[in-house]
């Protein structure tokens, strides 16, 4: 009897054994064999890029959240089911790196406070249906139709809501479902007033067509009302997708493309910057929704029938001064890109500030840095460069350039209200995407002479650089979201990558003749609110 109960003992202790080591030992060989490309993070942000030079991320100033973890380590989220489906960009979504909190925000982090806010818009929605009723009773007076465009502010509009979230750190919060809610709003819309915008209004009669080098950016852009009294910048189809800009063309005199202003927005979402303000494609009726809806008479005046029978216009001494350079509908039809405005300068005042790596604007004429290896030496001894996070930003942009090819970065815009400690605004962004059979070198002149990087922007490069994360392959995923895909061609898409590559090569220059200590930088740094004498 004894040795029939050992038996039963001895067979269910086996049993256990095995089952233990089948649970503990084999089915993690599994899966990493058949899963092992995928990320498991359990501990670091910074696991994931397996590299000496990223290290372990530690940073007081930012907590990770801990989400629900699968089976196969990924965190698990309400889009896990479009992860598992083959979605790389939601995958990179859901990576701990684009899961991290900004330190709580306070009262004097926020941009605008909604109530002060809320009631400057209710006056402004006041002001331009008092307008409307004006013009209605002028029109009527003397026989002329004219259309009511009356308007009625809603508080949880996608634009309001995008306002209220900026706040010391970025435009807006990773998962702020307002964003993609806006960029729908942004293409489809109605539209209820187009306008020069005002920095083209404050150029009127300036302009000499005379010159070569006319002021920089100020070409057939418009400013357009939405009936939701949202507002966009308007920047219209110059140049077809498959088109490089000319080699012996200048920077200052490229064509601005509207979809490089569509591409810049969904790259800098995917590297985390979040400081271009969101931007959408739209088919838009520059006939219905322009010339009929304009109260310019000089934008109505640069409207005219080509000999195909399109509607077109031109700039009127703003820019291209004749009518060879106008665009024109297909007949009416024309592609652009919507540049969401951010709150007005009354409420949300900016300063401009001169990029420390300003090009030359002439033909001739090169810049100090042009010419001096240490010039970054100089910049960082001058205030604000030389303390907190202005100079890590300036990289920041220098790296966002550099994969856009963009080299008309002259000046770069703050909010005031954060002071030295706020992020860059990377505005006007259609010059990029030019020609993707070169790389501009010169515009990483800010890393290369600087040899700085913040730690959390060079983590976000190795993860895009890595197969399942691959930067061309999201940014294809995330451009088939605007209405006017595709956005880029695969030119320039592979461009992307080869860039990248060459941004992290610089960086490992850098470490490996300075040390990681010195070049990688930890974000959210404060500023001491102290002025340098060399500064005064």
Not at 138 to 154: G, L
Not at 245 to 273: K, M, S
Request: glycine share 4%; aromatic share 10%.
């Amino acid at each position: 009897m004894w040795m029939r109960r050992d038996r039963l003992l001895v067979s269910a202790i086996l049993t256990t054994i095995l089952t233990a080591d089948i649970y503990f030992v084999l089915l993690p060989k599994l899966q990493e064999k058949y899963f092992g490309n995928e990320c498991t993070c359990r501990d670091s942000p910074a696991s994931s890029t397996g590299d000496k030079l990223t290290g372990h991320w530690h940073n007081t100033s930012m907590t990770a959240r801990s989400p629900p973890r699968g089976s196969d380590g990924m965190p698990t989220s309400p889009e896990s089911q479009t992860v598992r489906s083959g979605s790389k960009l939601e995958q990179l979504f859901t990576h701990p790196l684009y899961n991290i909190r900004t330190p709580r925000l306070g009262p004097d982090e926020t941009l605008l406070q909604p109530q002060e806010s809320m009631s400057y818009y209710k006056r402004k929605v006041s002001r331009w249906n008092r307008h409307q009723k004006y013009y209605s009773a002028a029109a009527a007076a003397i026989n002329i139709s004219f259309p009511s465009n009356t308007v009625t502010f809603d508080p949880e509009a996608s634009w309001v809501k995008f306002h209220l979230g900026i706040n010391r750190y970025a435009l807006y919060s990773r998962d702020d479902p307002s964003i993609d809610q806006l960029l729908r709003d942004l293409g489809s819309t109605p539209i209820i007033s187009a306008d020069y915008t005002q920095d083209e209004k404050i150029l009127k009669g300036m302009c000499d067509c005379s010159q070569v080098v006319k002021p920089s950016g100020h070409h057939l852009k418009l400013a357009l009302k939405f009936q939701d009294f949202s507002k966009a910048m308007f920047k219209p189809r110059r140049q077809e997708r498959d088109e490089e800009t000319p080699e012996d063309f200048f920077y200052f005199v490229d064509f601005q493309r509207h979809n490089a202003e569509i591409a810049a927005f969904h790259l800098d979402r995917i590297l985390d910057f979040r400081r271009v303000p969101p931007v959408a494609g739209r088919l838009v009726n520059i006939t219905q929704e322009i010339l009929y809806t304009t109260r310019n008479e000089d934008l109505r005046s640069v409207f005219f029938t080509s000999p195909a029978n399109n509607t077109c216009f031109f700039a009127k001494c703003l820019y291209v001064c004749k009518t060879e350079y106008a665009v024109c509908g297909n007949p009416d039809m024309l592609e652009g890109s919507l540049s969401a405005y951010l709150p007005g300068l009354t409420i949300a005042p900016r300063l401009s500030i001169p990029n420390p790596w300003i090009r030359s604007y002439n033909f001739a004429g090169k810049e100090e840095w042009e010419v001096n290896p240490f010039y970054c030496d100089v910049v960082k001894q001058l205030y604000p460069y030389n303390t907190g996070n202005r100079l890590l930003n300036i990289i920041d942009m220098a790296i966002f350039d550099f994969l856009i090819g963009n080299m008309d970065r002259h000046h770069y815009e703050i909010f005031t209200k954060f002071g030295d400690d706020g992020f860059l605004l990377h505005f006007d962004n259609a010059r990029g995407f030019g020609r993707h059979s070169r790389d501009e070198i010169s515009i990483l002149a800010p890393l290369i002479q600087c040899c700085v990087i913040k730690r959390s922007t060079l983590l976000r490069l190795k993860l895009l650089s890595q197969p399942q994360y691959r930067l061309s392959d999201v940014m294809r995923e995330s451009l088939l979201r605007d209405g006017l895909r595709p956005i880029l061609t695969e030119p320039h898409l592979i461009a992307l990558d080869r860039r990248l590559q060459y941004v992290l090569r610089t960086v490992q220059k850098c470490v490996k003749r300075l040390g990681e200590a010195q070049v990688v930088a930890e974000d959210f740094i404060e500023s001491k609110r102290t002025v340098n004498p060399i500064s005064r």
